[in-house]
Every structure is written in structure tokens, then in C-alpha cells.
């Protein structure tokens, strides 16, 4: 064991103020990141639990969140000339209003919610894969829908309840999980009852294309010949790329970008002057063992490694800590179904900053050694 670990072993108490300070500034920039990244994520969550394995977007699209007019019912066609292809429709998603019937004691409710459209049968692919047999079987029942636990209350309903949308009476037949949305609710009803309500869209657009292949590990290989065939008529993405591109997507928002740059420098200051002052006390409190370390003949560029060396080993529990501590708030926020999601694109440079800081604090520090004066061990 090294004489830094050892140090920092035997003497925990001295260095704890700089492990929990890299570990504060790691969670607050993680906790905002992985909030805006769980908003995203609960955007996409349709997208994820997709049984399709390509998903077909406008080519001008470069998220689920840009898909402009959409793109011409003609496509689905040509899309099954691929012989890896095993189905395709489109993935209708629309928007209405929503009202609860209040019951004695209990408020009003007035919204906007999301209309997902499903088929309503196991195994289709507009069907999202972790619904249970007896939602896909409430689903079939006309003007019946399906909420997300986490909206129940913003909707006002329990299951079994009535609503209103877009002017016609619907009932509650169950509820999911996993489909928290913090703008507007999501609800799935069947195409059928789409229909009833006046929201099916059967004209001659569509917004984004879902694909069933007969072989989902060549997902890749599959878009890539599909975007060679349609020569520029439209954009086809794995699940997984275009998931990650729509997280992505959302830190181009200039307001996100600004609201997370400012906690990334906020909390890069305080880890920095809180961990250096902190190694800099540390550092003094032991001089004398670094005089006598001296004494011995140790020479200065080795005294400077061995700060070095402490202060990465100060970086490394941080980040130990950092990662307690946000899954301690990533369980809270799932209590309470609050999405959060952290993505490698976020928390590898988190991560990285956090121990560039540690870094960066040992260096400061290393001013200190120039008062372990082997001479002052006769004082």
C-alpha cells in the first residue's frame, strides 16, 4: 500500500470535508443533468419499450422531437421491399383535451394529454412490450384508456373512472408504469376508439414509421439498406440511436445548455476551493511527518508525487461517494416518479471533472511543502 493511500486511510477524518465536497458538487450537477435527461427520456419511453427494431423518421429529422409534417403513407410499401422486414405502420401520436368528472370533495381537472394509438394485440408493434395481457385486453374495449400511475393525480382519476375527451366520455381500464411525462400526460387508447374520439389520423401522412425485422440483432445492418434504398426520402435509425439522439437533442435547447453550464461551474468552484483548502489544512497538519521525510532524504519532487497521489485518491472517493449518493436520489426520485436518467454522455464527464478537480486542488496545495523544513524537527 502506498504511503498517500495509507495516509489517507489512517487519517480519514482530516480529508472527509474534501471527499463530501467532490461528492456535493457531483450530485448537484448529475441531479440536474439526470432531471432534463429523465425528461427526455420519459419523451422517448415509447420509443424504448418499442417492440419495433428500426425506427423510419423524415430525413431532415435528427430526433424523435423533429419530425416536422411528417412523411408520406407511400413509404410503408416501399419499406417492405427490404426481405429482413417483417412489419410496418405507423406510429400515430396525437394531442386533445382532457377533463375529469369531479367527485364530491374532489377538484376539477382540466388538461392537455399526449394520445398514444395502439393495435391492441400481443406482439404488434405499435404496441409497447412491457404491457400485460390484461392492458392490452382493457385496451380492446371501445372509448377505454390507459394512463401512466405518476398522471393519475394531475388527471384527476383512479381506475374505473370516467373522463371526458375531446368532448366524449372515456373510462380509465388501467394503468401503467414508466410513462411519467412532466408536460402533458400520456394516454393510450386502441386505433379503434381513436376513431370514436375523432383523433385517428388515416390521411395520406404519417409521422414516424416503426419496423419489425425477422432478425433484431442486424437492426444496424437493416437501417443502413433502408437508407441506401430511399435515397433521401427519409431517415431510418435503430432503436437505440435514435433514443440517445433525442436525449442529446434536448442540450441543444439554449436554455437547458445555460441552466446546466451554470451548475457545472457552480459546482466545480465550490469542489475546488472547498477540497483545496481542505488538502492544504491536511497538508499542514502534517508538515512535520514530511520534514522528517525530508530529514531522510526523500527528495521534494517525491514529497510532490506523494501530494499528488493523495489528492487522486481524494478524487476517487469522491466519486465513490458521488455515486451513493445519486442512487440514494435516483431511489427517492423513483418513489415519487420523478424521472431522472443518466446517460455515459453525461456522467463520464462529470466523472472525468470530478477528478480533474481533485487534481487541480493538489496542485494548489503543493505550496505547503515548502514549509517542511527539516531543521523546524529541532524546534
Given at each position: 500500500?502506498?504511503?498517500?493511500?495509507?495516509?489517507?486511510?489512517?487519517?480519514?477524518?482530516?480529508?472527509?470535508?474534501?471527499?463530501?465536497?467532490?461528492?456535493?458538487?457531483?450530485?448537484?450537477?448529475?441531479?440536474?443533468?439526470?432531471?432534463?435527461?429523465?425528461?427526455?427520456?420519459?419523451?422517448?419511453?415509447?420509443?424504448?419499450?418499442?417492440?419495433?427494431?428500426?425506427?423510419?423518421?423524415?430525413?431532415?429529422?435528427?430526433?424523435?422531437?423533429?419530425?416536422?409534417?411528417?412523411?408520406?403513407?407511400?413509404?410503408?410499401?416501399?419499406?417492405?421491399?427490404?426481405?429482413?422486414?417483417?412489419?410496418?405502420?405507423?406510429?400515430?401520436?396525437?394531442?386533445?383535451?382532457?377533463?375529469?368528472?369531479?367527485?364530491?370533495?374532489?377538484?376539477?381537472?382540466?388538461?392537455?394529454?399526449?394520445?398514444?394509438?395502439?393495435?391492441?394485440?400481443?406482439?404488434?408493434?405499435?404496441?409497447?412490450?412491457?404491457?400485460?395481457?390484461?392492458?392490452?385486453?382493457?385496451?380492446?374495449?371501445?372509448?377505454?384508456?390507459?394512463?401512466?400511475?405518476?398522471?393519475?393525480?394531475?388527471?384527476?382519476?383512479?381506475?374505473?373512472?370516467?373522463?371526458?375527451?375531446?368532448?366524449?366520455?372515456?373510462?380509465?381500464?388501467?394503468?401503467?408504469?414508466?410513462?411519467?411525462?412532466?408536460?402533458?400526460?400520456?394516454?393510450?387508447?386502441?386505433?379503434?376508439?381513436?376513431?370514436?374520439?375523432?383523433?385517428?389520423?388515416?390521411?395520406?401522412?404519417?409521422?414516424?414509421?416503426?419496423?419489425?425485422?425477422?432478425?433484431?440483432?442486424?437492426?444496424?445492418?437493416?437501417?443502413?439498406?433502408?437508407?441506401?434504398?430511399?435515397?433521401?426520402?427519409?431517415?431510418?435509425?435503430?432503436?437505440?440511436?435514435?433514443?440517445?439522439?433525442?436525449?442529446?437533442?434536448?442540450?441543444?435547447?439554449?436554455?437547458?445548455?445555460?441552466?446546466?453550464?451554470?451548475?457545472?461551474?457552480?459546482?466545480?468552484?465550490?469542489?475546488?476551493?472547498?477540497?483545496?483548502?481542505?488538502?492544504?489544512?491536511?497538508?499542514?497538519?502534517?508538515?512535520?511527518?514530511?520534514?522528517?521525510?525530508?530529514?531522510?532524504?526523500?527528495?521534494?519532487?517525491?514529497?510532490?508525487?506523494?501530494?499528488?497521489?493523495?489528492?487522486?485518491?481524494?478524487?476517487?472517493?469522491?466519486?465513490?461517494?458521488?455515486?451513493?449518493?445519486?442512487?440514494?436520489?435516483?431511489?427517492?426520485?423513483?418513489?415519487?416518479?420523478v424521472p431522472l436518467d443518466f446517460p455515459l454522455f453525461v456522467?463520464?464527464?462529470?466523472?472525468?471533472?470530478?477528478?480533474?478537480?481533485?487534481?487541480?486542488?493538489?496542485?494548489?496545495?503543493?505550496?505547503?511543502?515548502?514549509?517542511?523544513?527539516p531543521a523546524d524537527l529541532l524546534r
Amino acid at each position: 500500500m502506498s504511503l498517500a493511500l495509507s495516509t489517507l486511510l489512517y487519517e480519514w477524518r482530516r480529508y472527509l470535508a474534501a471527499v463530501v465536497a467532490l461528492a456535493v458538487a457531483g450530485l448537484l450537477v448529475l441531479a440536474m443533468s439526470g432531471l432534463f435527461m429523465g425528461m427526455s427520456k420519459s419523451f422517448t419511453a415509447t420509443v424504448d419499450r418499442s417492440p419495433a427494431d428500426v425506427m423510419v423518421l423524415p430525413p431532415q429529422s435528427d430526433s424523435l422531437f423533429d419530425t416536422g409534417n411528417g412523411q408520406p403513407r407511400r413509404l410503408i410499401p416501399e419499406i417492405y421491399q427490404n426481405p429482413d422486414v417483417l412489419e410496418v405502420q405507423a406510429l400515430n401520436i396525437g394531442f386533445t383535451g382532457w377533463s375529469n368528472f369531479p367527485s364530491e370533495g374532489q377538484s376539477a381537472k382540466d388538461s392537455g394529454v399526449q394520445l398514444i394509438i395502439v393495435d391492441p394485440a400481443k406482439g404488434a408493434v405499435t404496441m409497447p412490450s412491457d404491457f400485460s395481457d390484461e392492458l392490452i385486453l382493457a385496451l380492446q374495449e371501445p372509448f377505454a384508456v390507459v394512463v401512466d400511475r405518476s398522471s393519475l393525480g394531475k388527471l384527476g382519476v383512479q381506475v374505473g373512472d370516467k373522463a371526458k375527451m375531446n368532448g366524449y366520455t372515456v373510462w380509465v381500464r388501467g394503468v401503467t408504469t414508466g410513462y411519467p411525462n412532466t408536460f402533458n400526460p400520456l394516454s393510450f387508447v386502441s386505433a379503434q376508439t381513436a376513431k370514436l374520439l375523432h383523433q385517428y389520423n388515416d390521411g395520406p401522412r404519417v409521422g414516424t414509421l416503426v419496423v419489425k425485422l425477422r432478425d433484431p440483432s442486424q437492426a444496424k445492418r437493416v437501417a443502413d439498406e433502408l437508407n441506401e434504398m430511399g435515397h433521401g426520402q427519409y431517415r431510418a435509425w435503430t432503436r437505440d440511436a435514435l433514443s440517445e439522439a433525442s436525449q442529446k437533442s434536448l442540450l441543444h435547447e439554449g436554455g437547458i445548455v445555460m441552466f446546466l453550464g451554470f451548475a457545472v461551474v457552480v459546482g466545480a468552484f465550490i469542489g475546488i476551493v472547498i477540497t483545496w483548502q481542505t488538502l492544504q489544512g491536511a497538508l499542514l497538519a502534517n508538515i512535520r511527518e514530511f520534514a522528517s521525510l525530508r530529514a531522510l532524504g526523500v527528495s521534494m519532487n517525491s514529497l510532490r508525487l506523494i501530494v499528488m497521489e493523495l489528492s487522486a485518491w481524494v478524487g476517487i472517493a469522491g466519486l465513490a461517494m458521488t455515486t451513493v449518493l445519486t442512487g440514494g436520489v435516483w431511489a427517492l426520485a423513483r418513489a415519487f416518479d420523478v424521472p431522472l436518467d443518466f446517460p455515459l454522455f453525461v456522467v463520464v464527464p462529470v466523472a472525468t471533472t470530478l477528478f480533474l478537480v481533485a487534481v487541480l486542488s493538489g496542485i494548489l496545495s503543493l505550496g505547503v511543502l515548502k514549509k517542511s523544513q527539516p531543521a523546524d524537527l529541532l524546534r
